[in-house]
């Protein structure tokens, strides 16, 4: 007859998911940016969506993003209550 597995521990049952770092995942960033200018402009109560400058777009990708996708967020949110409604800039 076989035995039946031990219980597992609360440790094991915690799954382990293993997301790459922003800077690794370099064609995610212009739909993260979207969406990020999005849900910001709704918080924000803007009356519009900015766009998001094509070249600002570049620098989003070129940048190695340390802070990975929260940095990325908060640099949306900070950019976007600096351009005043405009053409979101980024100074990174």
């Known amino acids: ?13 915690r799954g382990k998911l293993m997301i790459p770092p922003l800077r690794k995942r370099k064609p995610d960033i212009p739909a993260l940016a979207h969406y990020f200018v999005e849900k910001k402009a709704d918080e924000l109560k803007l009356h519009h969506v900015p766009e998001i400058h094509p070249c600002s777009i570049d620098a989003l990708i070129a940048y190695d993003w ?18 005043h409604g405009g053409k979101t800039p980024f100074e990174l």
């Not at 340390?66 to 351009?83: D, F, M």
């Open 1 to 13: 007859m076989e035995r039946p597995d031990p219980p597992l521990e609360p440790e094991q049952l």
């Open 66 to 83: 340390p802070g990975n996708v929260r940095e990325l967020e908060n640099s949306i949110e900070r950019a976007l209550i600096q351009s």
